[in-house]
Nanobody
Framework: QVQLVESGGGSVQAGGSLRLSCVASGYPYSTYCMGWFRQAPGKEREGVATIDNLGVATYANSVKGRVTISTDSAKKTAYLQINSLKPEDTSMYYC????????????????WGQGTQVTVAS
């Protein structure tokens, strides 16, 4: 029922920018945490940024100052704007959602998208 579809990834040069999108459908709850996570080969999945339905956003230290997470409720879409991309940002980026909790960043998510690949060339 719940479907999250990411887009916007690609191959870019270091220093460039990308805006990832996540379109949600079939989400059954009135409140949410929405998150962007990433996982590179051989590394654990890490949270990049989360935001809840109140607009409270949390960012990983590694991306603070370079990343903005936002949502457009009318479009049922979440975005991740990434600026000043670094090679270490290379990863598969996943969109995820769950019912609201006050610890969105550290919470376990049960709805996941298929991912969109971000590759940053040096």
């Amino acid at each position: 029922q719940v479907q999250l579809v990411e887009s916007g990834g690609g191959s870019v040069q270091a220093g460039g920018s990308l805006r990832l999108s996540c379109v949600a459908s079939g989400y059954p709850y009135s409140t949410y945490c929405m998150g962007w996570f990433r996982q590179a080969p051989g590394k654990e999945r890490e949270g990049v940024a989360t935001i809840d339905n109140l607009g409270v956003a949390t960012y990983a230290n590694s991306v603070k100052g370079r990343v903005t997470i936002s949502t457009d409720s009318a479009k049922k879409t979440a975005y991740l704007q990434i600026n000043s991309l670094k090679p270490e940002d290379t990863s598969m980026y996943y969109c995820a959602a769950r019912k609201w909790t006050y610890t969105c960043y550290s919470a376990t998510y049960n709805y996941w998208g298929q991912g969109t690949q971000v590759t940053v060339a040096s």
